[in-house]
């Protein structure tokens, strides 16, 4: 009798920690960020916006620079910020289009508290940025990875943007969490639980998908969820041996590049 008395005290001092512990689990932040210039960024654009409840965010904006390309919005995952993501994305300026990495509050030195109705409400005041310099949904890509998907998804299902490129994603967060967290109700623990398969089905730009099979940190198997409800058009890469942050060593870039030559590209 002891015993159990004893196991149910615990598991439930472990429901209330990971309760109150959530908004560190699931946006862990990142360290401060230095300008772009040390990553790369020459030229890059610091697009400093105040969100209505006073925080300062600094988003990193690069004109497209060819004529009549699109502007990427690009919403970078956990643990990181815009600076260690310039690098990998700097093919899409290559290309010609134009580059807005969105960044975070309580990310790279920013002040304010992170949840799933922040972020929207930030990731919009972006658009509406971008939208206030001439541009129109039309000329706007979603671009997001691994967490940064569900702001891309969400976007997209409000506006009619030309197009979604999605690079780890999920289903939802509250899928990832009970995956990890088997043991414990984590789905109805959670407070932001991003529903990107739901919002996705409201998606009528077409979607790409690309992930790793051997992702330990987001299971392939979500990522085949979300595609399984897009209702737009949609192509996808798995790569065989790819984990959760290296799939442009396994030639993601051509993929990319093949989809945005296909829907996007101006001819």
Known sequence: MNFIIFAATFYTLVLVGMYLLQTKLVYPGSEIRAKPELYGGAGVQEITLTTPDGIELTHWYQPARKPDYPVIMAFHGNAGHTGDRLEKLSYLMELGYGLFQVEYRGYAG????PSEQ????????????????????????????SLGTGMAVWLASKHNVKAVILEAPYSSIADVA???YWFLPARFLLKDKWKSHEAIKEVKAPVFIFHGEKDGVIPVQFSRKLLDAIQSE?????????????????????????FLDKYVSPQ
């Open 178 to 180: 009970q995956s990890k």
């Open 110 to 113: 920013h002040d304010g508290t």
């Open 234 to 258: 949609k192509q996808a890469a798995f790569f065989e041996k790819g984990l959760h942050m290296d799939l442009y060593e396994h030639g993601a870039e051509k993929d990319v590049t093949a």
């Open 118 to 145: 922040a972020f929207k409400n930030d990731g919009l005041d972006a658009m509406n940025w971008l939208k206030a310099q001439g541009y129109t949904d039309e000329q706007l890509i979603m671009y997001g990875e």
